[in-house]
């Protein structure tokens, strides 16, 4: 771990790659079954849903159970000074987990970007350096290939993950050394195999990062619990002192049915190549049909 650790400090620096170099690339340990998002983000939104509304339906209950003078005007001007401040709060970190949720969508899609810019910018400098290339072209392509595969599974039921198998894995060391392995025989070729070392590293590192941002979640799972603790109280405030007839009824549904949606937005954001908000995979199959060409 030491000396992986090192490698990774000297990567950041960006220093000069050697020839006796090799890319390290760490294993993958998932962590998908300890996250909030391995439930479904419908499930978890409908038992949001289930328990606000229940909550302004316990409200309605007790306004006829108990005693009248504990709903005086004096009573119910405490409640709504303290539902205000419970309301902002809401507000604030339904906010913050949308903003923190969006942010970390953009992410992930600014890096396979990159890593799709990346793959064409890699085989267009071995093309450039010759037919000596062609071995690592071909790699490449086949590297891509199984990438696509594991990040947009065929199969739902085989599931996603950017980390790579053993034998990517294997292909990807396997490329590193094949362009270190290059024997350039004049000064273009030389400066088109240090740039394609170099675009090798960054294409290592930005995976990884995307495999770092997709197993850290964004979505703190004690926001969630605490956001939709408060919720349930206001919504119990809303039903005490509302007047139970059809269009108060029908106010409270949808307005919770609106704080629901808000959390299945945040938990689809948060799992950006799962459920119906996903990153398109048109950047990385374009590079990929571009591949060898």
């Not at 960006?14 to 391995?38: F, G, K, M, Y």
């Not at 005086?72 to 309301?87: P, T």
């Not at 809303?238 to 307005?255: K, M, T």
């Amino acid at each position: 771990m030491g000396n992986l650790a090192a490698r990774e400090i000297d990567l950041t620096r960006r220093r000069p790659l050697r020839q006796s170099d090799e890319l390290t690339i760490p294993v993958h340990v998932p962590t998908a079954l300890r996250r909030l998002e391995s439930v479904s983000a419908w499930a978890v939104s409908s038992i949001l849903f289930v328990c606000v509304f229940g909550g302004a339906l316990l409200g309605i209950l007790l306004r006829f159970v108990l005693p009248k003078h504990n709903l005086s005007d004096e009573s119910k001007d405490v409640v709504r000074l303290g539902m205000g401040l419970v309301a902002t709060m809401a507000a604030l970190v339904l906010g913050l987990l949308v903003a923190s949720a969006k942010s970390s969508f953009d992410a992930q899609k600014s890096g396979l970007d990159q890593l799709s810019a990346n793959l064409i910018l890699l085989d267009s400098t071995l093309a450039q350096y010759g037919p000596e290339a062609q071995d690592s072209r071909n790699l490449l392509r086949r590297i891509v290939s199984d990438g696509l595969r594991l990040i947009w599974p065929q199969q739902e039921s085989e599931g996603h993950t950017f980390a790579p198998s053993t034998t990517t894995m294997a292909s990807e060391r396997t490329l590193f050394k094949t362009i270190q392995e290059l024997t350039p025989e004049n000064d273009k070729q030389r400066r088109l195999q240090s740039v394609a070392l170099q675009i090798a590293v960054d294409l290592t590192r930005t995976r990884w990062l995307l495999v770092a941002q997709e197993e850290s979640s964004p979505i703190p799972t004690l926001f969630l619990v605490i956001l939709a603790q408060w919720l349930v109280i206001l919504f119990i405030s809303f039903g005490l002192f509302a007047p139970p007839n059809r269009i108060v009824i029908a106010a409270l549904i949808a307005c919770a049915l609106s704080v629901s949606d808000a959390i299945f937005l945040i938990l689809e954001l948060a799992e950006p190549f799962d459920g119906l908000i996903q990153i398109s995979s048109a950047p990385l199959r374009n590079a990929f049909e571009l591949l060898g060409q």
